[in-house]
């Protein structure tokens, strides 16, 4: 049974960064590709950023990029989402979910099989 954990989350004013870490429990880490979402109140869930299993391909949200970085560190069997020049519409709850499918990336939240139970990001103007 895969176990996701994130952390990270926190209150933040407006041009300050966080560094969100999500680690994986109860399977082989490097057989899943890695994901971030995000979900604001009566919002849907939103697709943030994705890795490939060994780290070596990346896919960002427009909202995204220039401002986030995924990365993971297969040794740890954790994946960061790090995030700076946060806006107050980057408020949210953080999911990381884990996917066996490595290519293409996957951006929608039904091709991800396992859910950590989210941290929230609070951005204030």
């Known amino acids: 049974q895969v176990r996701l954990v994130e952390s990270g989350g926190g209150s933040v004013q407006a041009g300050g960064s966080l560094r969100l870490s999500c680690a994986m429990s109860g399977r082989t880490f490097s057989t899943y590709a890695m994901g971030w979402f995000r979900q604001a109140p009566g919002k849907e869930r939103d697709f943030v950023a994705a890795i490939s299993m060994n780290g070596g391909r990346t896919y960002y949200a427009d909202s995204a990029k220039g401002r986030f970085t995924i990365s993971r560190d297969n040794a740890k069997k954790t994946v960061y989402l790090q995030m700076n020049s946060l806006k107050p519409e980057d408020t949210a709850v953080y999911y990381c979910?884990?996917?066996?499918?490595?290519?293409?990336?996957?951006?929608?939240?039904?091709?991800?099989?396992?859910w950590g139970q989210g941290t929230q990001v609070t951005v204030s103007s």
């Open positions: 979910a884990a996917t066996s499918r490595d290519w293409p990336l996957q951006d929608y939240p039904s091709d991800y099989d396992y």
